[in-house]
């Protein structure tokens, strides 16, 4: 990819990140918990730029399942950035008493 991750522009093509609201607080169905209610029903979304567009422009983009819905353009060349969490210890002592309970051989059948 010849282009820097760290832009604040995408060009037609680049991998980015829209987001839409799709239903205002008002808007929200009437049956909702109180605490749904009082929040906007929001769209994250990533997929291929079909224009080039500014960070904070509308832009339309085209997912990996060839939806193609217009947003908010939030970021360009977005990256994962979960975890499973800090190591633990313990859980590391139980995996290996598993696999040898598991995987033991004839002392633990």
Not at 22 to 46: I, S, Y
Not at 99 to 105: A, D, E, N
Request: glycine share 8%; charged share 25%; aromatic share 8%.
């Amino acid at each position: 990819m010849k282009r820097m991750v760290f832009t604040m522009a995408a060009k037609k093509g680049d991998w980015v990140r829209v987001h839409d609201t799709v239903l205002t607080p008002a808007q929200r169905a009437p049956q909702v918990p109180d605490d749904t209610k009082a929040v906007p029903l929001e769209l994250w979304v990533k997929g291929i730029a079909e224009s080039d567009a500014e960070i904070g422009e509308t832009v339309e983009v085209v997912t990996l399942t060839g939806r193609k819905v217009s947003g908010e353009l939030v970021e360009v060349f977005p990256t994962y950035s979960h975890s499973f969490g800090d190591y633990v210890p313990e859980l590391h002592v139980i995996s290996c008493q598993l696999r040898s309970i598991l995987f033991g051989g004839d002392d633990n059948e």
